[in-house]
């Protein structure tokens, strides 16, 4: 199957300054690529959908000028935390789209995940 | 309003067959999903269905019905590797997965 990669895996950072988090498609391209966050024993919630060559698309609720996401190749989308505060730990992950996956009915529906990074902020 | 319902944790036994179910509302419907979830650790995918029926994949199979919307996964001959967090995610017509809370399973000796 598709591999997705990220990194880092772990980061431990102070209060106030930024992060970033870059996510790729190994083995495959990815047109457009999703972060999430998760909380301790809750599920998956959706921050934002990045696009390649365009701008991202945020969820509601999600401060845009505070995760700051770049996808400008078909292989590689970053996610900013900018001026991180301890609210913000939490464990981040993306995953991508193979949209020329046969392996499913119509092709493409399947996101496949990075391995996550946790974030600490002190 | 778009909503996913599964159960919050189950318990079953090593070698036994387990089923955990999912009810899905959604605006539109472009297949159901399965992932798996280890503790710590990112989802796996495990199945998808967009069409009715049983879907089976070795130790696991799963279950779509679009006019209950409603789809379930069975696990069989549970290995105690099995115990993990189990995410239902519908596809609605926009291709965003609406997610549930996942289930906890855990597996007893």
């Known amino acids: 199957g598709a591999v997705v990669s990220q990194h880092p895996s772990w980061v431990i950072c102070k209060s106030g300054t930024s992060v970033k988090i870059e996510c790729r498609s190994l083995d495959f391209q990815a047109t457009t690529m999703f972060w999430y966050r998760q909380f301790p024993k809750q599920s998956l919630m959706l921050m934002a959908t990045s696009n390649e060559g365009s701008k991202a698309t945020y969820e509601q609720g999600v401060e845009k000028d505070k995760f700051l996401i770049n996808h400008a190749s078909l292989t590689l989308s970053t996610l900013t935390v900018t001026s991180a505060h301890p609210e913000d730990s939490s464990f981040y992950i993306c995953?991508?789209?193979?949209?020329?996956?046969?392996?499913?009915?119509?092709?493409?529906?399947?996101?496949?995940f990075g391995p996550g990074t946790r974030l600490l902020v002190l | 309003g778009q909503n996913i319902d599964q159960p919050t944790e189950m318990t079953a036994t090593e070698g036994a067959i387990v089923q955990i179910n999912c009810t899905y509302q959604t605006s539109g419907f472009n297949g159901l999903f399965w992932y798996q979830q280890h503790a710590g650790e990112a989802p796996t995918f495990l199945s998808y269905n967009v069409l009715d029926g049983l879907e089976e994949k070795g130790r696991f199979s799963s279950f779509l019905s679009r006019s209950k919307g409603y789809s379930y996964l069975l696990l069989k001959e549970l290995q105690m590797k099995d115990s993990a967090s189990y995410l239902c995610?519908?596809?609605?017509?926009?291709?965003?997965?609406?997610w549930g809370a996942g289930t906890k399973l855990i597996i007893k000796p």
């Open positions: 995953s991508a789209r193979d949209e020329e996956d046969p392996g499913l009915a119509g092709g493409g529906e399947t996101q496949y």
């Open positions: 995610a519908a596809m609605d017509s926009n291709y965003q997965l609406i």
